[in-house]
C-alpha cells in the first residue's frame, strides 16, 4: 500500500513558511505567545509518521538550530545536487535525487506508512504529482507580504476536504484537509 504522505507545518495567513532570507524570526516570535506545554499535537504526529522527506533549503535551514530535531527518526532529503550530511547524522540522513513517484515506490516497498512531508517546494511537486494525503496547516496570526510561499502554480484545481478546525487562544488556528485528487 501506498504510503500516507501528511503535512505538518505552520504558515502566516498570507501563506508564506519563511522570509525569502529563510529568516523564521516571525514564526519564533509568535512562538513566545503560544502557553507552556502546547505543543499543536506535533509529538502525536511524530509519533505516528516512520519518516521525513523533506527539501534540501529546509535540511539546511534545521542544520542552523544547532540540536538536530528529529531525534533517530530517519530523514531523505531531496536534492538534485551533491548533498553534505554531517558524519554524525549520517545514520538516520540520507540523500534522494527521486522524483515524488519514484521515491513513494520505493518506500511503499519497504513498507513505509506515513512519511512527514516539509518544505514548501517539496510540498507543491508531492501536490503537484498527486501524493500528499493529508496536510495540518498551523495559521500564524501575522502577513509577511512576501517570503516562501507554502503553495505554488498548479496545473488544476485541487479540492480539499475540510477534517478539522480548530482555535488556540494565541490566535493560532490549526486546519487540518484531507486532499482530494
Ligand atoms: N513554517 C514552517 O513550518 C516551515 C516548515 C518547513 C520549512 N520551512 C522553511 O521553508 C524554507 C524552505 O522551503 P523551500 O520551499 O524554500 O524549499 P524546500 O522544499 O525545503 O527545498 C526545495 C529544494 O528541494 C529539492 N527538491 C525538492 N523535491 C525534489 C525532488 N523530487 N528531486 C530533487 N530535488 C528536490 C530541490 O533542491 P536542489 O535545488 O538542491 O535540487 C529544491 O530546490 C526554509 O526557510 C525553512 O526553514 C518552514
Redesign the pocket.
Same mark, same amino acid.
Given at each position: 500500500m501506498k504510503p500516507t504522505v501528511s503535512v505538518? %507545518?505552520?504558515?502566516s495567513l498570507d501563506g508564506f %513558511?519563511?522570509?525569502e532570507n529563510?529568516?523564521?524570526d516571525w514564526?519564533d516570535a509568535a512562538g513566545q505567545t503560544v502557553p507552556k506545554g502546547e505543543d499543536f499535537g506535533y509529538a502525536a504526529f511524530m509519533s505516528s509518521v516512520d519518516l521525513l522527506v523533506?527539501?534540501?533549503?529546509?535540511? *539546511? @535551514?534545521?542544520l542552523t538550530f544547532g540540536e538536530w530535531p528529529y531525534q533517530d527518526k530517519r530523514v531523505i532529503?531531496?536534492?538534485?545536487?551533491p548533498?553534505e550530511i554531517p558524519p554524525s547524522l549520517s545514520h538516520r540522513v540520507s540523500h534522494?535525487? *527521486?522524483?515524488?513517484q519514484q521515491?513513494c515506490q520505493r518506500l511503499e516497498q519497504e513498507g513505509v506508512g506515513r512519511i512527514y512531508l516539509? &518544505? &514548501?517546494?517539496? %510540498?507543491?511537486?508531492?501536490l503537484a504529482a498527486g501524493l500528499v494525503d493529508d496536510m495540518i496547516i498551523?495559521l500564524i496570526p501575522i502577513l509577511l507580504g512576501s517570503g @516562501?510561499?507554502?503553495f505554488g502554480s498548479l496545473a488544476a484545481d485541487i479540492s480539499l476536504k475540510l477534517v478539522a478546525a480548530k482555535p488556540f487562544d494565541c490566535g493560532f488556528v490549526q486546519i487540518t484537509y484531507a486532499v482530494q485528487y
Open positions: 505538518y %507545518i505552520a504558515t %513558511i519563511a522570509r529563510d529568516d523564521l514564526l523533506m527539501g534540501r533549503y529546509t535540511y *539546511e @535551514k534545521v532529503v531531496l536534492s538534485g545536487r548533498l534522494s535525487s *527521486e522524483s515524488p521515491l516539509d &518544505g &514548501g517546494v517539496t %510540498i507543491q511537486r508531492f498551523t @516562501k510561499p507554502l
